[in-house]
């Protein structure tokens, strides 16, 4: 099938808020999702992702602001009028049509008399061309999937909404359909707006990610940026694990100089987003699998210039293609450690004593004056609402 030429653009969101009585679902906020892109909002439940989303179908009513796709103003526009399609968790297939007629509903009912070829296109496209005339109920939950994205793109939208459709996979075919999602989204050219609570997936998928916390993007960017340069506490801790180290800064310049766990470490610093003051507090942040461990005797073969932190493993957890290790350190009670097992020291167990060490230009650094615990199950704000919607 050949890709689709669009003649939409833009998705922009200027001002947009929604308030309910007295609670902010989405605070002020501006947005534009390129057209063609392939553009996730990520967040917890009750960040308002879902909010956000429904404001951009036109199923709900912003307090403020505008929205215009392809530069005209959508805002008044009832969402059966809007150039944009939505595929929801539930995929509200019809039960008694065989595929075929679900893909073709919506060209039925706008009266379209010769449907076959473009349901041949879509049945090629969601790859489900020997499945035409079976019911919903003999397909699978990714199947039924595809024909659900299938019966929206037919109608030829400017932009597919998607509200965590893969969320009543298992993880196994969730994981096949993240990467069928974005061969289908590669394929047609269309912007895809996907909503979900699910880090993997955004980075799977997405060109750009719109992390959403409390109503508000807390970041925004393609996902290898915001995994490797986080700018709080909440994204550095939502987008996989992250150690933060708390430290005073030493010295500043190219590299900052921070006192920390007894020694010294150092980050690049223009990865540093906390004020670079001497003596002032920084979160020291890096990624577990950016981290080398070795055995107490080997510090010596440890090659100079690499941040190095002394601890003793309390607990270890082999998960296959890695080790996960927990070490007690000066420079933190529970750092995270993900090595690959390669080729494993086997002295590297419970009790023994370590040095942690890596790259100073892994590092990061973020505002010792935000919580640890943002992004993670330990905050009280993460995963306690469902989002309002």
């Known amino acids: 099938m050949t890709q689709q030429q669009t003649t939409g653009g833009d998705v922009r969101l200027t001002g947009i808020s929604k308030t309910y009585g007295s609670f902010t679902a989405v605070h002020p906020l501006d947005l534009t999702v390129p057209q063609g892109s392939f553009f996730a909002l990520l967040g917890a439940s009750g960040c308002g992702k879902t909010t956000t989303l429904r404001i951009i179908a036109g199923l709900e009513e912003a307090t403020t602001g505008t929205v215009s796709l392809g530069g005209k103003d959508i805002t008044g526009l009832p969402a059966y009028k809007r150039p944009v399609n939505t595929v929801f968790q539930s995929y509200a297939l019809f039960p008694h049509l065989d595929i075929t007629e679900n893909i073709a509903f919506g060209l039925r009912r706008r009266g379209v008399k010769s449907v076959r070829k473009q349901v041949g296109d879509m049945l090629e496209l969601v790859q489900l061309g020997d499945f035409a005339r079976r019911k919903p109920h003999q397909l699978s939950g990714g199947q039924q999937q595809r024909v659900a994205v299938a019966r929206a793109l037919i109608n030829h939208p400017q932009v597919l ?14 994981r096949r359909m993240q990467l069928e999602l974005k061969r289908i989204q590669t394929e047609v050219g269309i912007t895809f707006v996907h909503v979900t609570h699910d880090q993997e997936e955004a980075m799977t998928m997405a060109d750009t990610v719109a992390v959403m916390n409390g109503g508000r993007v807390e ?15 909440f994204v550095a801790n939502f987008l996989g694990t992250s150690n933060l180290i708390e430290g005073e800064i030493a010295g500043c310049g190219t590299d ?24 002032g507090r920084v979160l020291l942040g890096i990624r577990p699998e ?10 010596g073969r440890i090659a100079e210039g690499r941040n190095r932190v002394t601890g003793r493993i309390v607990d270890s957890s082999f998960i296959g293609v890695s080790t996960q290790y927990v070490v007690e350190s000066p420079a933190g009670r529970e750092l995270q450690v993900y090595e690959q097992n390669i080729e494993r020291d086997a002295r590297l167990v419970p009790g023994a004593e370590v040095v942690l060490h890596w790259n100073p230009a892994h590092t990061f650094g973020l505002d010792a004056s935000q919580s640890k615990l943002a992004g993670t199950m330990g905050d009280a704000g993460v995963e306690t609402v469902e989002d309002v919607s």
């Not at 950016?290 to 510090?299: E, F, G, N, P, R």
């Open 161 to 174: 909404l998607l509200d965590e459709p893969l969320g009543a996979l298992d993880l196994k075919l969730r």
């Open 219 to 233: 970041q925004l960017g393609a996902p290898a940026d915001l995994y490797e340069n986080p700018k709080t506490t």
């Open 256 to 279: 900052i100089v921070v006192s920390a766990g007894g020694g010294k470490l150092r980050l690049p610093g223009d990865r540093c987003s906390a004020p670079a003051v001497t003596g």
């Open 290 to 299: 950016k981290i080398s461990l070795a055995h107490a005797d080997a510090a």
